[in-house]
């Protein structure tokens, strides 16, 4: 018997918690907040090395942030958005 380890989307979505929901959808909205970043970089053809020394921030911390293996906190986004001359704004709804 093979054993099949995917599950269906919808069957996916419909098990889990509000609790899980606002989760996930708490971490799409900081995996966009990375695309853009990274994308913002690239549209300005500069390298991971070139931003950190134009933000003084580590190549590392690039590194991870685009990576989304670091938990980014909000003065590093700014920085790097600051540093490719770009705001970066949070609001509460």
Same mark, same amino acid.
């Not at 929901?21 to 907040?33: G, T």
């Not at 053809?45 to 293996?69: C, D, H, M």
């Given at each position: 018997? =093979?054993?099949? *380890?995917?599950?269906?989307?919808?069957?996916?979505?419909?098990?889990?918690? *509000?609790?899980?929901?606002?989760?996930?959808?708490?971490?799409?909205?900081?995996?966009?907040?990375?695309?853009?970043?990274?994308?913002? #970089?690239?549209?300005?053809?500069? &390298?991971?090395?070139?931003?950190?020394?134009?933000?003084?921030?580590?190549?590392?911390?690039? &590194? #991870?942030?685009?990576?989304?293996?670091?938990?980014? &906190?909000?003065? &590093?986004?700014?920085?790097?958005?600051?540093?490719?001359?770009?705001?970066?704004?949070?609001?509460? =709804?």
């Amino acid at each position: 018997m =093979k054993n099949n *380890l995917t599950i269906p989307a919808e069957n996916f979505l419909a098990d889990i918690t *509000l609790q899980e929901r606002a989760f996930i959808d708490q971490e799409k909205r900081y995996y966009k907040i990375v695309v853009a970043l990274r994308k913002k #970089r690239e549209k300005l053809g500069l &390298t991971q090395t070139k931003l950190a020394q134009i933000s003084q921030l580590p190549r590392t911390t690039i &590194t #991870r942030v685009e990576s989304g293996s670091r938990n980014a &906190t909000l003065q &590093t986004l700014m920085t790097m958005a600051e540093a490719m001359g770009s705001t970066f704004e949070v609001r509460l =709804k």
